[in-house]
């Protein structure tokens, strides 16, 4: 999706923008990132590469594309992890002395919880993948 707004402010290499909301806002993929979706107008942090200034008017494009593929890697590894955690807590439940449904899961919470933990602490320092980011300047600012 692309869209115009005007910078408001700067926050290292971030923007603060304000958008003029558009009908196209409900059906949005990514609309949560707007903070004040019931209203005509929009603030959004966005990626700054082009180096904008306040009061600038510029063209965003939020990266839905990349949105999804980022949400398809995140529950794809909390599925797998959960189903080999319940597969190795069944197995390990014979050594355990624990019913096999037990083990199961066990191993299934202890998988979806460590991966949890490990994609939280990876995403967490990249999560720039997530921003939209200003790609033209249209008209600089007073």
Do not use: W
């Not at 290292?12 to 019931?38: F, K, T, Y």
């Not at 949400?71 to 002395?97: E, R």
């Not at 939280?120 to 720039?128: C, E, H, I, L, M």
């Amino acid at each position: 999706m692309k869209d115009k707004g005007k910078i408001i402010s700067l926050e290292g290499p971030l923007a603060q923008v304000e958008l003029n909301c558009l009908s196209g806002c409900q059906r949005c993929a990514v609309r949560h990132i707007c903070s004040d979706q019931e209203q005509e107008k929009g603030l959004i942090q966005v990626l700054n590469p082009l180096k904008a200034n306040p009061g600038d008017e510029v063209m965003i494009e939020i990266p839905e594309n990349r949105y999804s593929r980022v949400l398809i890697i995140l529950f794809g590894f909390l599925l797998l992890a959960s189903v080999c955690g319940m597969f190795l807590g069944s197995l390990a439940s014979d050594a355990l002395s624990i019913p096999l449904s037990t083990g199961a899961l066990l191993g299934f919470f202890l998988g979806l919880i460590v991966t949890g933990f490990g994609l939280f602490s990876y995403f967490k320092n990249r999560q720039t993948n997530l921003y939209p980011e200003i790609t033209n300047i249209i008209k600089k600012g007073d």
